[in-house]
Nanobody, 120 residues
Framework: VQLVESGGGLVQAGGSLRLSCAASGTISVIGAMNWFRQAPGKQRELVASIIGGGPTNYAASVKGRFTISRDNAKNTVALQMNSLEPEDTAVYYC???????????????WGQGTQVTVSS
């Protein structure tokens, strides 16, 4: 099982970016799909999560600016980020709870991370 992110980059404050993450491999079931971020010198934090058909949860710092969505048919999750602030600068990681057709139990898998830099 593999998660691959795309869509990071450099943007000015107030701008927008859209991150995407695609899961591939021997997938049986995907549960929760999440976006985390880690800024230099800080702990990794949960930014947004989406479960199955749609319940979502957001960190207080991004609520109203970020939107998480998923396409269950394509095994993808996206994070639309609007009104970006310099404080949003971090490496963003895709994370998903996946049961593979090979392993008996579901595990949380991680993507490699994508850099988001917001300039002031």
């Amino acid at each position: 099982v593999q998660l691959v992110e795309s869509g990071g980059g450099l943007v000015q404050a107030g701008g927008s970016l859209r991150l995407s993450c695609a899961a591939s491999g021997t997938i049986s079931v995907i549960g929760a799909m999440n976006w985390f971020r880690q800024a230099p010198g800080k702990q990794r934090e949960l930014v947004a999560s989406i479960i199955g058909g749609g319940p979502t949860n957001y960190a207080a710092s991004v609520k109203g600016r970020f939107t998480i969505s998923r396409d269950n048919a394509k095994n993808t999750v996206a994070l639309q980020m609007n009104s970006l602030e310099p404080e949003d600068t971090a490496v963003y990681y895709c994370n998903a709870n996946i049961k593979s057709t090979v392993l008996g139990d579901p595990y949380y898998y991680w993507g490699q991370g994508t850099q988001v830099t917001v300039s002031s």
